[in-house]
């Protein structure tokens, strides 16, 4: 008899044509033939796609601090802001096993929200507080790391470093060429752990995670004269000009899109070139192009800058000071309109107005406030 028949065999059907009672019973010998029941060899799919649910589940949205394990296994593979024991080999391991054992295992580096995306493990960084690049923006970074793979790193407030590449910069004296291996080794010399550069973003990979910059223009390059201001983001929009001359043209302001302010005195000999005609600007511009690209790398200060012109700029730092200490989006009338608020503020006491050895006065809260309060009361009046 075949298979088949010994099913059919103890199937009955009821009184009813077409109506299958099933209550089915199975013989003896059907149940030797087919067990129905479930052994340990069977392999169950339902509960290995359950466990991976919950896997999923108890990775995906978990808050997580620095240094936490974040899963151990073979099957994932690390993404931003984590890290595994293979990174850390230089560090020495207690013994063999323990080494083999943690390979594999994958940390955060910061304190975030884990995501997954099919096997990649990567840390969402929960402080808002950090600059989201975009192509175009202008801003303002610090070298933090020279690498041997002609690339600058530079800290740009955001979740992870910025990379500067070699081919992205000037060389000095306006030279047009490929950079070769005696500039990788004057690297160092051009751009030193520390220093600020003002930069624009050239490219945005990785989920805004790889950015890149360059500083190929005049307007670009080694920061000096002045003082950096770090304020909350969204202070500062996004703007076609993010570079503001104050002060008959004494003062420069950059506002950085990624909230890093600078403030610097502005060499003398560039303010008188915007007085200029166009042909004279046009028969300067080699001129310009070789001393700019050497001063860009300089270390040295203006020794031009004395006493006076450095209390400007402190007014300047004091006026962005206020202006974040009210939450105001800072922009170049509201420099412009504070200044002018500062040089008619006269005290409580003996109603005298502020001179400069008394600019202490504006780093008192209440002041802050005061001003502050005042310019968004000019601003409605204005309308």
Same mark, same amino acid.
């Given at each position: 008899?075949?298979?088949?028949?010994?099913?059919?065999?103890?199937?009955?059907?009821?009184?009813?044509?077409?109506?299958?009672?099933?209550?089915?019973?199975?013989?003896?010998?059907?149940?030797?033939?087919?067990?129905?029941?479930?052994?340990?060899?069977?392999?169950?799919?339902?509960?290995?796609?359950?466990?991976?649910?919950?896997?999923?589940?108890?990775?995906?949205?978990?808050?997580?601090?620095?240094?936490?394990?974040?899963?151990?296994?073979?099957?994932?593979?690390?993404?931003?802001?984590?890290?595994?024991?293979?990174?850390?080999?230089?560090?020495?391991?207690?013994?063999?096993?323990?080494?083999?054992?943690?390979?594999?295992?994958?940390?955060?580096?910061?304190?975030?929200?884990?995501?997954?995306?099919?096997?990649?493990?990567?840390?969402?960084?929960?402080?808002?507080?950090?600059?989201?690049?975009?192509?175009?923006?202008?801003?303002?970074?610090?070298?933090?790391?020279?690498?041997?793979?002609?690339?600058?790193?530079?800290?740009?407030?955001?979740?992870?470093?910025?990379?500067?590449?070699?081919?992205?910069?000037?060389?000095?004296?306006?030279?047009?060429?490929?950079?070769?291996?005696?500039?990788?080794?004057?690297?160092?010399?051009?751009?030193?752990?520390?220093?600020?550069?003002?930069?624009?973003?050239?490219?945005?990979?990785?989920?805004?995670?790889?950015?890149?910059?360059?500083?190929? #223009?005049?307007?670009?390059?080694?920061?000096?004269?002045?003082?950096?201001?770090?304020?909350?983001?969204?202070?500062?929009?996004?703007?076609?000009?993010?570079?503001?001359?104050?002060?008959?043209?004494?003062?420069?302001?950059?506002?950085?899109?990624?909230?890093?302010?600078?403030?610097?005195?502005?060499?003398?000999?560039?303010?008188?070139?915007?007085?200029?005609?166009?042909?004279?600007?046009?028969?300067?511009?080699?001129?310009?192009?070789?001393?700019?690209?050497?001063?860009?790398?300089?270390?040295?200060?203006?020794?031009?800058?004395?006493?006076?012109?450095?209390?400007?700029?402190?007014?300047?730092?004091?006026?962005?000071?206020?202006?974040?200490?009210?939450?105001?989006?800072?922009?170049?009338?509201?420099? #412009?309109?504070?200044?002018?608020?500062?040089? #008619?503020?006269?005290?409580?006491?003996?109603?005298?107005?502020?001179?400069?050895?008394?600019?202490?006065?504006?780093?008192?809260?209440?002041?802050?406030?005061?001003?502050?309060?005042?310019?968004?009361?000019?601003?409605?009046?204005?309308?």
């Amino acid at each position: 008899m075949s298979a088949a028949n010994k099913i059919l065999n103890v199937i009955t059907h009821s009184k009813d044509i077409g109506n299958i009672d099933f209550n089915i019973q199975l013989s003896n010998e059907a149940k030797e033939i087919y067990n129905f029941e479930s052994s340990d060899d069977d392999f169950d799919m339902t509960s290995d796609s359950d466990d991976e649910e919950t896997e999923n589940k108890k990775l995906v949205n978990q808050m997580i601090a620095p240094g936490d394990l974040v899963i151990r296994s073979n099957e994932y593979m690390k993404g931003h802001n984590t890290y595994t024991t293979e990174d850390l080999k230089p560090i020495a391991f207690s013994g063999e096993e323990t080494q083999k054992d943690d390979e594999l295992n994958i940390y955060s580096s910061t304190l975030g929200v884990i995501s997954k995306i099919n096997k990649l493990i990567s840390i969402e960084n929960v402080n808002k507080n950090l600059y989201m690049a975009e192509i175009g923006d202008h801003i303002i970074g610090q070298i933090v790391e020279v690498t041997s793979s002609k690339k600058w790193k530079l800290n740009i407030n955001g979740n992870n470093l910025a990379t500067l590449q070699l081919s992205s910069i000037n060389l000095p004296g306006g030279l047009l060429r490929r950079k070769n291996e005696q500039d990788e080794l004057n690297m160092k010399q051009l751009l030193k752990v520390g220093d600020l550069i003002n930069c624009e973003v050239q490219g945005v990979y990785a989920n805004r995670n790889d950015v890149h910059l360059h500083t190929r #223009s005049l307007n670009y390059g080694k920061l000096r004269n002045g003082a950096l201001i770090k304020v909350k983001m969204g202070l500062i929009q996004r703007k076609k000009t993010h570079t503001h001359f104050f002060n008959n043209n004494s003062i420069k302001i950059i506002l950085g899109c990624n909230c890093f302010i600078w403030v610097s005195h502005e060499m003398t000999d560039r303010v008188n070139n915007n007085d200029k005609g166009p042909q004279t600007i046009k028969s300067d511009i080699t001129r310009i192009e070789q001393d700019t690209s050497f001063e860009i790398y300089s270390d040295i200060n203006d020794p031009n800058i004395d006493i006076k012109k450095r209390i400007l700029i402190s007014k300047y730092i004091i006026i962005i000071k206020i202006l974040a200490f009210n939450n105001l989006v800072i922009s170049e009338q509201r420099i #412009s309109a504070l200044y002018d608020m500062l040089l #008619s503020y006269k005290t409580g006491e003996g109603m005298e107005t502020v001179g400069s050895e008394s600019l202490y006065v504006f780093n008192d809260p209440e002041v802050m406030q005061e001003l502050g309060s005042q310019l968004i009361q000019s601003e409605k009046m204005r309308g």
